[in-house]
Nanobody, 112 residues
Framework: VQLQASGGGLVQAGGSLRLSCAASGIIFNNNVMAWYRQAPGKQRELVATMTSSGSTNYADSVKGRFTISRDNAKNTVYLQMASLKPEDTAVYYC???????WGKGTQVTVSS
């Protein structure tokens, strides 16, 4: 199983970024996909999840600003992030929810 995340970078507060995570080695349609993040000195936290049928769940801190989506034909999950804040600065990871399969993180840095 491989999860390859990309799309991170440096952005000013109020800006937007879209993260992508391509999965291989799994039956993508059968899995709930998730994005987590870990800020310096903090525990990793769940940001968003999405089932194969499209049901979503978000952390309170990102509701209304972040949108998780997936393209089952491309085995890819996305995280569209808008109205970014400095406190969104973290390494973002994609994960097959409920498993120990993690992608390598991608750094998101939001400057004030």
């Amino acid at each position: 199983v491989q999860l390859q995340a990309s799309g991170g970078g440096l952005v000013q507060a109020g800006g937007s970024l879209r993260l992508s995570c391509a999965a291989s080695g799994i039956i993508f349609n059968n899995n709930v996909m998730a994005w987590y993040r870990q800020a310096p000195g903090k525990q990793r936290e769940l940001v968003a999840t999405m089932t194969s049928s499209g049901s979503t769940n978000y952390a309170d801190s990102v509701k209304g600003r972040f949108t998780i989506s997936r393209d089952n034909a491309k085995n890819t999950v996305y995280l569209q992030m808008a109205s970014l804040k400095p406190e969104d600065t973290a390494v973002y990871y994609c994960k097959i929810y409920g498993t120990d399969y993690w992608g390598k993180g991608t750094q998101v840095t939001v400057s004030s």
